[in-house]
């Protein structure tokens, strides 16, 4: 097999502070850097052009008013030469920054060669394989199987939902109160949230997240929290009368992302792991925006030293935003699938594989793990330090890069504060620093940076953030 730059080995790692300055040099300069208002007039033009041609159900530039022109590391520019600071990510899709330049090199000289092959065996697909192999959480190292299904998480999902059926024989999936798994009509089955159309109708039921802050099962510890929500998964799959047959799967992602950044006690995952086991359930772990470094980790679940039945993965697998959706999962389960049992056209990006195996020799060689978990404790530092003069914070949570605001109009109360997220999403961006919003209510300010960014930027954007916050809910 000749050498590719997938195949290539890999550099040595370089030291310390060699790093940081080559992290410092990814990013656009400086930055932030806005003049006059935003949208500004180039990017208000083609937001309305945008309004005049595409579907209604476009959503990120109804709350953040700009045109992309180009992406650096964490940072960004719009087409009226504004430059802005990315705690967004691509809802964390670009974990090694944008336009990497390993992996635009990977890409461009995959795209030169062969960009569509369906399942085909292929240099770009074994490469990255390898590598997912390599990296994979307890006993999936060195032994997963994989399958590339459609180009996006909700696909891995539908996969893993139609695995999980086929090995068992069973229907029924148990889900979580606070899931978000994707937008098709499998993945919405198991999504919790009604306002974006789940969950669809279908053998699915939902328990209780620890979610300690709105704990679900009253008040305790956030440790009481867990072990109650553990106990009533294990009543329901031991007690005949329930209401929930036994069932194929359960699916849970070890952070909550969309729900609102919601951490569980360490010992979550694993006493799910214990339960499933005892009854012969399958444990799907999504870790389509935990994945790939974000939490500190490769993988969230590896906290709780866990080994998933099935692994959900999207998002930064593509390297710098190429789409592409994978499952990894023990190869006991390969039986359950025929030959094109579960398909896709664009199973086969080649470019994205590329590009995939690229992001992931970059992880390794700048131990960026390691940096995002560094990075993480700093921003829960800053912004618990930030808290106490800022009534609105309810609660601030987080691991890795993956942080969560919780604003309330009362701290007694907790009664949460969507409005004021709202705003303060639209006023960091008007200042160049790009969030997004999320929680049970939309009312959790959400950080998914680029895991290049440098402690300098880092900590430019919470001063933003906090002084926004500050301005946006002082009495008037």
């Given at each position: 097999m000749s050498e590719t730059i997938a195949e290539q080995p890999a550099a040595p790692a370089a030291a310390p502070g060699a790093r940081e300055e080559e992290r410092a040099a990814m990013h656009f300069a400086p930055a932030p850097s806005v003049s006059g208002p935003v949208p500004g007039p180039r990017s208000a033009a083609m937001l309305a052009e945008q309004a005049e041609l595409e579907s209604g159900a476009r959503s990120y530039p109804r709350s953040v008013p700009i045109a992309i022109a180009e992406g650096r590391g964490a940072t960004m520019r719009d087409v009226d030469g504004n430059t802005y600071l990315d705690f967004f990510g691509g809802a964390g899709v670009l974990n090694v920054g944008h336009s990497n330049d390993a992996a635009l090199a990977a890409a461009a000289d995959q795209q030169r060669r062969l960009v569509h092959a369906l399942d085909f065996p292929t240099e770009a697909k074994l490469a990255l394989m390898r590598r997912l192999r390599a990296i994979m959480p307890g006993d999936l190292r060195?032994?997963?199987?994989?399958?590339?299904?459609?180009?996006?998480?909700?696909?891995?999902?539908?996969?893993?939902?139609?695995?999980?059926?086929?090995?068992?024989?069973?229907?029924?999936?148990?889900?979580?109160?606070g899931s978000y798994h994707g937008m098709t009509?499998?993945?919405?089955?198991?999504?919790?949230?009604?306002?974006?159309?789940?969950?669809?109708?279908?053998?699915?039921?939902?328990?209780?997240?620890?979610?300690?802050?709105?704990?679900?099962?009253?008040?305790?510890?956030?440790?009481?929290?867990?072990?109650?929500?553990?106990?009533?998964?294990?009543?329901?799959?031991?007690?005949?009368?329930?209401?929930?047959?036994?069932?194929?799967?359960?699916?849970?992602?070890?952070?909550?992302?969309?729900?609102?950044?919601?951490?569980?006690?360490?010992?979550?995952?694993?006493?799910?792991?214990?339960?499933?086991?005892?009854?012969?359930?399958?444990?799907?772990?999504?870790?389509?925006?935990?994945?790939?470094?974000?939490?500190?980790?490769?993988?969230?679940?590896?906290?709780?030293?866990?080994?998933?039945?099935?692994?959900?993965?999207?998002?930064?697998?593509?390297?710098?935003?190429?789409?592409?959706?994978?499952?990894?999962?023990?190869?006991a389960l390969d039986a359950a699938w025929r030959p094109g049992g579960h398909i896709g056209t664009f199973r086969g990006h080649q470019v994205a594989m590329a590009a995939g195996s690229a992001a992931i020799d970059f992880m390794r060689e700048t131990d960026l793990a390691a940096h995002s978990a560094r990075l993480g404790e700093l921003a829960l530092e800053l912004l618990g330090d930030a808290a106490p003069s800022l009534s609105s914070i309810g609660e601030v949570r987080g691991r890795g890069l993956m942080i969560g605001i919780e604003l309330v109009r009362d701290r007694e109360t907790r009664q949460p504060w969507p409005e004021l997220a709202a705003a303060l999403r639209r006023a960091c961006c008007e200042r160049g620093l790009i969030i997004e919003v999320g929680g049970h209510f939309s009312n959790v300010a959400r950080f998914l940076p680029p895991l290049v960014i440098t402690e300098p930027l880092l900590r430019t954007g919470i001063e933003i953030f906090a002084e926004t916050l500050s301005e946006l809910s002082a009495p008037r």
């Open positions: 060195d032994r997963a199987r994989f399958h590339f299904g459609g180009p996006t998480g909700s696909d891995a999902v539908e996969a893993a939902l139609k695995l999980a059926r086929a090995h068992t024989g069973r229907e029924t999936v148990i889900a979580f109160q009509s499998g993945a919405l089955s198991v999504t919790s949230d009604t306002s974006c159309g789940g969950p669809l109708s279908a053998p699915v039921h939902f328990m209780p997240y620890p979610y300690a802050y709105r704990s679900p099962v009253g008040p305790g510890t956030p440790e009481q929290c867990a072990a109650a929500c553990a106990h009533l998964l294990a009543s329901s799959l031991s007690d005949p009368h329930s209401g929930i047959p036994l069932p194929a799967a359960v699916i849970v992602e070890p952070i909550q992302g969309e729900g609102g950044t919601i951490v569980p006690p360490d010992g979550f995952l694993a006493e799910l792991r214990r339960i499933t086991r005892e009854h012969g359930v399958l444990l799907i772990v999504d870790e389509i925006q935990t994945g790939f470094a974000r939490t500190g980790t490769m993988f969230a679940c590896e906290r709780d030293g866990i080994t998933p039945d099935i692994l959900l993965l999207s998002k930064a697998i593509g390297g710098i935003g190429y789409p592409l959706s994978c499952i990894a999962y023990d190869p």
